[in-house]
């Protein structure tokens, strides 16, 4: 058995890892195939974009899905997220590279602030501002433009490692050894614990009601916590979880409509607002990114391997990249 002393240190020390960049991320043999973070279409389907440790953006045309561009940055890229009306990519990196690229211009906006690095960004629903979650505790929000303008830092160091914003109100919700509610001015307004066991969480995506918000976390094989998908009203209150998963859940995503929810993990899984699960797309090693097309009709992942992969809304390989 292991003694709990043992666990807390073993926790204490991811979270150190965390909040020191994740510099191993980037210290890769030539010959491993990259694990790739994240996947993310733009809002009119025009493009997706895809970042992983090999430090390269790559963004495919999001018809042909033909590689447009690859940049090489300095750092990891650990999440990706378009603006919702603008071809505008924010990137979170490991270390101080995070950015946001203007498509139109080709001009990158630095997004001074964090050192540390971050694998938490995301916009507001009408992408006046950017939220970024880093790994030294700081809550960081932009204009669309990378001007910093909130900088908030909880009592503690320990990491971020997801954000949200509410669909309909000037909140969000970020991911640290808790679940932190801020309004828009960084003033926070809630604090809970997701499980009672001290597992680290990983996604966080509200629905486009407002009504409830899904949480999927990493689970703890040597204490044999399952990872847990979990569903959370707006007030919350748990309203459901599942552990049909084998592998932690990276990153979640919302289609359009609002009636399907897909999961990265062991297999990519289709959800229905209820947390019932519909659809599985199995694959030979572990899911990382995930996005829904702004029509619905395709789902990018990507995964620990390297691998890139376009699949329909039932979960039914189309294209590997």
């Known amino acids: 058995m292991i003694h709990r002393t043992t666990i807390h240190l073993v926790k204490t020390i991811l979270f150190c890892v965390f909040a020191l960049g994740m510099h191993q991320i980037n210290a890769q043999d030539p010959e ?44 990891a890229i650990l999440r990706l997220r378009w603006h919702p009306s603008k071809h505008l990519l924010a990137m979170a990196c490991a270390g101080k590279s995070s950015q946001i690229l203007d498509m139109e211009t080709g001009h990158a906006h630095p ?57 309909k109100k000037d909140m969000l919700i970020a991911l640290g050894e808790a679940v932190y509610v801020y309004d828009g001015n960084g003033q926070e307004l809630n604090r809970f614990s997701h499980r009672k066991e001290e597992v680290l969480m990983l996604s966080v995506e509200w629905h486009q009601s407002g009504n409830f918000f899904v ?24 309203i459901s979880e599942s552990a049909i998963g084998k592998a932690e859940y990276r990153n979640l995503s919302w289609n359009k409509k609002g009636n399907r929810l897909a999961s990265s993990s062991d297999a990519l899984r289709i959800w229905n607002k209820k947390g019932k699960l519909l659809y599985t797309g199995n694959v030979p090693d572990l899911l990382w990114g995930v996005d829904f097309s702004n029509s619905g009709k395709f789902i990018v992942t990507s995964s620990i391997d390297g691998r890139i992969t376009i699949w329909d809304s039932h979960a039914k390989k189309i294209k590997e990249l």
């Open 32 to 75: 491993e195939k990259p694990i790739l973070w994240t996947a993310n279409w733009s809002y009119d389907d025009a493009y997706f974009a895809v970042g992983g440790n090999d430090n390269i953006l790559r963004i495919y045309d999001g018809k042909t899905w033909s590689l447009l561009r690859k940049d090489t940055l300095e750092d």
């Open 215 to 238: 949480i999927g976390d990493y689970g703890d094989t040597e204490q044999k916590f399952p990872p847990l998908l979990q569903y959370w009203d707006k007030d919350y209150h748990l």
């Open 111 to 167: 997004l001074k602030g964090c050192l540390t690095g971050s694998r938490a960004i995301d916009w507001n629903p009408d992408g006046s501002k950017l939220a970024m979650a880093a790994y030294d505790g700081q809550l960081l929000i932009y204009n669309e433009k990378g001007n910093r303008i909130i900088s908030v830092k909880k009592e503690n160091s320990k990491s971020f490692v997801g954000v949200d914003w509410h669909p």
